[in-house]
């Protein structure tokens, strides 16, 4: 899932791996998405959080986890794609940059300055889902991340997602997505 709207999803400012803190919207995005999810999932419950060590990600974490009542385990491969120059940056100011169709609508390896491609961040969510579920085979966990990394993630199973993160993947969405160790593949639900 997508962590709860921001100040700087707000204002349009990239964040990336910056951080600015949840919005009142936010914390209540969060806290209806909790309440849905343990009512939905009371028959076979979630039974770990695992979150993005940034804080907009931690915070709805905490937020989930006071209804879902599940331990909360940080995990580095969660957080979002690095920016690198442009973080902290409005989009109004980098729109004008010629990467930024590739960087923002397309999954590519085109980087950005001291930042990484969407294929490189495509390829440490892979390995750190695919470990985390070979590690809780048959449990039904709850990842808490961002945006972007869920658009780069998500098209390698779909092949094609057309769009900002932005535009495709609002603040609190969830999807359900299974992992099957026998045959090393995803599953997932739009």
Known sequence: MRHGETEWNLKQRLQG????????????????????????????????IFSSPLGRAKHSA??????????IQEATFLKERSFGIWQGQLFDEIKQDQAF???FF?????PIEKGESA?????????????LGQQHPNQKLLV???GELLRCFLSGLKNSVDGSAYELFKNGKVFEVSFSPNTDQFKVKF
Request: proline residues 5%; aromatic residues 2%.
């Open 119 to 131: 294929i490189q961040a495509r390829k440490r969510m892979e390995v750190g889902l695919k470990a």
């Open 17 to 48: 791996q910056l951080d600015s803190p949840l919005t009142s919207k936010g914390i209540q995005q969060i806290t209806q998405l909790a309440e849905w999810l343990s009512v939905t999932h009371a028959d076979n419950p979630i039974e770990q």
């Open 62 to 71: 905490i937020l989930l986890q006071q209804c879902i009542e599940q331990p």
């Open 101 to 103: 169709a590739d960087v």
């Open 144 to 146: 808490v991340t961002h």
């Open 106 to 110: 397309k999954v590519t390896d085109t």
